[in-house]
């Protein structure tokens, strides 16, 4: 007997904005980390991304929320959340996190910029937590969601985490690319320091490939609702976006392209693929998660 899986006659409550929320979020606490390497973790050689990678998470943490807003029926009245708390509630958290993460990413810079190295230490590791916290929390709201069987996943966070790990290397690569481009000789960031970022990168996708894997089997050998989840996505609707665009196209392809390759422009195509095989995958969580019936 064919099962099928029919959408919401009114479609998804959630828009695509959201899905762009989370990418965003997630761009930004992986650069966030990237910029705490040299000054919280003393790698010397990551001194140079530092207050790059440090501008990027700011920029894009400003971003983010935007998404969030215009996907709401009255957008102006997003400054509720601001004065209504609910401690049991993670949108209340996560919206103490969206102002703290912020502030703390300016006094960082503040220290970074004056060279004062002890506080730019301290106020790089608060960050991080901070970091992983503003974009965890969007994983966790999901995770605990037991009626979207695509969601209701321990694994969420931890997917989540891992994904924007992956998409804030891809975007510092291309971003240290472009660099070496248009600035003058002696302000460039030199191939080397690209080459070991990319090579961080393959672990980290084969770490976000372990994950996806996992989540996959665990789905296909689950309950009836998590196997029509994971024929969903393996040969339903959106099996082009998962299996096409963010498996293929956002992973094996950039892993094919890091290995074999040693060049600026391998590696910088590889990081392209890998942003879109990232938002892929957030559509696909997103979207997907409501396009399936509820469990």
């Known amino acids: 007997m064919t099962e099928v899986i029919s959408d919401f006659a009114n479609g998804p409550a959630w828009s695509w904005l959201i899905a762009l929320y989370f990418y965003f979020t997630g761009l ?17 050689k990551y001194k ?33 959340l601001f004065f209504t708390f609910n401690a049991t509630s993670a949108i209340s958290w996560g919206t103490i996190l969206l102002i703290l993460y912020p502030i703390n990413c300016l006094v960082y810079g503040y220290f970074m910029w004056n060279k004062n190295w002890s506080l730019t230490k301290l106020f790089g590791a608060i960050g991080i937590p901070l ?5 965890g929390y969007t994983g966790f709201i999901l995770g605990l969601v037991e009626s979207r069987v695509l969601w209701h996943t321990a694994l969420m966070p931890t997917l989540f985490l891992v994904s924007a790990t992956v998409s804030g290397l891809a975007l510092v690569i291309i971003l240290l690319s472009f660099a070496n481009v ?15 970022l990319g090579g961080m990168l393959v672990w980290m996708i084969a770490l976000d490939m372990f994950l996806i894997g996992t989540d996959l089997l665990t789905l296909a050998y689950g309950s009836k609702e998590a196997f029509a989840a994971f024929v969903f996505l393996t040969q339903g609707s959106f099996a082009p976006i998962f299996l096409g665009v963010e ?30 095989g990232i938002f892929a995958m957030r559509y696909a969580v997103v979207i997907g998660g409501l396009t399936l019936p509820l469990a």
């Open 28 to 44: 930004s606490a992986g650069s966030f980390v990237l910029s705490t390497l040299a000054y919280v973790f003393g790698v010397e």
């Open 48 to 80: 140079k991304i530092a207050m790059p990678a440090l501008v990027l998470a700011f920029v894009l943490l400003v971003i983010a929320p935007l998404f969030l807003i215009a996907d709401l029926e009255q957008p102006m009245r997003f400054w509720y």
């Open 131 to 135: 970091a992983i916290s503003v974009h």
């Open 182 to 196: 248009l600035l003058p000789e002696e302000k460039r960031f030199g191939k080397e320091l690209i080459f070991d």
């Open 247 to 276: 498996i293929f196209l956002g992973a094996l392809v950039p892993l094919a392209l890091l290995l074999s390759k040693k060049t600026v422009a391998s590696y910088t195509i590889a990081s392209i693929l890998v942003m879109v």
